[in-house]
């Protein structure tokens, strides 16, 4: 599976941005997508992540209440929407997907078998 994230940008504290990732070669619905990210200096860290039917969704408490993780099995892609950016949320931004499976652990970066390029978003205060 090939994975290619997109729609990273500068924005103003307060702003939107929706991250796209468009998922190639393989069957989207046998998997499950989540969005990681890494600000310079730190650990790559758990953003969200959607089941491969969409019916599950999970957040990091840093951006629950502000991101809404979705994806949509026809266009094969997941969408990570961002409302009320913050210069924290500043980072490289990672789609990646696992082979879908019941149970948690949706932060373990270990469990996901693919990753996408990355894409930049940087808000400014």
């Known amino acids: 599976v090939q994975l290619q994230a997109f729609g990273g940008g500068l924005v103003q504290a307060g702003g939107s941005l929706r991250l796209s990732c468009a998922a190639s070669?393989?069957?989207?619905?046998?998997?499950?997508m989540g969005w990681f990210r890494q600000a310079p200096g730190k650990e790559r860290e758990f953003v969200s992540a959607?089941?491969?039917?969409?019916?599950?969704?999970h957040y990091a408490d840093s951006v629950k209440g502000r991101f809404t993780i979705s994806r949509d099995n026809v266009k094969n892609t997941v969408y990570l929407q961002m409302n009320s950016l913050k210069p924290e949320d500043t980072a490289v931004y990672y789609c990646?997907?696992?082979?879908?499976?019941?149970?948690?652990?949706?932060?373990?970066?270990?469990?996901?078998?693919?990753w996408g390029q990355g894409t930049q978003v940087t808000v400014s205060s």
């Open positions: 959607i089941n491969w039917s969409g019916g599950s969704t």
């Open positions: 070669g393989g069957t989207f619905s046998w998997y499950d």
């Open positions: 990646a997907a696992r082979v879908r499976r019941s149970g948690s652990n949706w932060s373990l970066e270990s469990l996901y078998n693919y």
